[in-house]
């Protein structure tokens, strides 16, 4: 802008400061996902990239779930063997007694099979655990997306 010596002019200037929002891909929610498509900032194809990684996040989610329930029956069987424990060190010998020994015994018998079984249940979904995982990762890293918004 020229401007004539000992005038005065006006230049308006436009501020601008640009605001930046990082985004973990791994830590989107579906709400987000569906917000961010509504609004425009991403395209259908990202969207739907998008929903595949947190569908496979919610597979994730499950198995681990299912692992922490295992878990918490094992606890709740240890903590019942406990009071079979103690209860039959409290019996002294006589012919009912005897029965309830037998009981108990069985009862603890069955619950050791529990346990196993649901260790094995655990170990099993582990690895369930970490092939979704994998293949979590593998989508991510290959998730290859170009847009101009």
Known sequence: MEVAPNATAMLPVEEVHPLFTTYQISDLTDDQIVYFSKQGSVTADMADALKKISTQKAVV??????????????????????RLRENMKALRGSAEEKALLQRYTKQLDDQETQIA?????????????????EKLETTIDDLNLEATL
């Open 117 to 133: 079984n649901l260790r094995k249940k655990i170990t099993d979904t582990e690895a369930q655990r970490d092939a979704a995982n």
């Open 61 to 82: 989610a499950k198995l681990e779930q299912e692992m922490e329930d295992r878990q918490k029956d094992i606890d709740r069987i240890v903590d019942d063997q406990g």
